[in-house]
């Protein structure tokens, strides 16, 4: 068969699982399977290809069983850079770029002082740190993903500018620390418990710990909201990603801690994320 048959017939199989992103999907699964780039695949789509019948038919059928195509591939792309992926972390979803975009808004040409809790991948530390002069100390308390966000570090030339460390920020040891910080990130776990099991089957293949928010989905953020006020620096911003109905909620919380918080929302036009500070101030 030639690359184009393959292609076609990867689509075929994925239309039920994938719909519209199944020609995307199969495009991605052809490069992975002969490692192949995009541009090449392009030129010798109509050459014969080697036979891979037993990978191709295996990976198909790992996506139609649910498993997320960034899994299978082991990377994905967000705000346009390639990151390590696997099962240890979430992946990295297109709509939380719009954070990343929020963050850099703020930093500007500043030589600021970041902190990333509950990095996963390192997806947000990575992207700010490329595209700013900010240092970056990133947080997890999974060793799996750590190391996921590790190599990511060293594979995007990161490893002078982001730091990436154990550490549990529901802690008393993290909230006793002194260290100051001109924007805080973060997107924790935010879904309520008893909402995860009707999740889709391809979100239920992330690690629990990286979704699961507490009985009302709110654990980390009411601890932050806590604990991070006293580690921003004098015009210091805190930003988070937020479930789409979870727009009240993170109001109500920083309305009682008196701080200030503007909601905003993805490209798909849904709430995605807050922008809190302690006064009302413009950035400086
Ligand atoms: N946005 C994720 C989802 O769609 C949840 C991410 C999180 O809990 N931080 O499931």
Redesign the pocket.
């Known amino acids: 068969m030639t690359y184009f048959q393959i292609k076609k017939h990867i689509k075929e199989a994925l239309l039920p699982v994938c719909g519209e992103y199944a020609s995307y999907e199969a495009e991605k699964i052809v490069c992975h399977i002969f490692g192949l780039d995009k541009r090449t695949l392009t030129l010798i789509s109509h050459e014969e290809a080697p036979d891979k019948t037993e990978e191709t038919e295996n990976t198909v059928a790992r996506r139609k069983n649910g498993e997320p195509l960034a899994y299978i591939l082991g990377n994905t792309d967000f705000f346009s850079l390639n990151f390590l992926v696997s099962p240890a972390c ?1 992946t990295p ?1 297109a ?2 770029e719009v954070i990343v975009e929020r963050a850099l808004e703020f930093l500007g040409e500043k030589r600021a002082n970041v902190l990333d809790i ?1 990095t996963g991948s390192g997806c947000i530390a990575l992207a700010i740190a490329a595209n700013s002069h900010a240092k970056v100390r990133a947080l997890d308390i999974s060793e799996e993903a750590l190391d996921i966000a590790k190599k990511n570090a060293v594979r995007l030339s990161l490893s002078d500018k982001v730091t990436l460390e154990y550490c549990d920020a529901l802690s008393e040891d993290f909230a006793k620390e002194c260290e100051k910080y001109d924007l805080i990130v973060s ?5 309520p418990t008893k909402d995860i099991a009707a ?1 889709s089957e391809e ?1 239920r293949r ?1 690690p629990f710990g ?4 507490g009985e009302d989905g709110l654990v980390f953020y009411k601890r932050f909201i806590e604990v991070l006020p006293a580690k921003l620096n004098t015009d210091g911003i805190i930003i988070f ?1 937020i ?1 789409y109905d979870q727009e009240e909620a993170i109001r109500a919380l920083c309305e009682n801690a008196g701080l200030y918080c503007e909601i905003f929302r993805d490209y798909g036009g849904n709430v995605r994320g807050a922008l809190i500070k302690i006064d009302q101030n413009e950035y400086k």
């Open positions: 979430l979803r709509d939380t509950c997107n924790p776990p935010y879904i999740l979100v992330e990286a979704l699961d928010g990603e479930g």
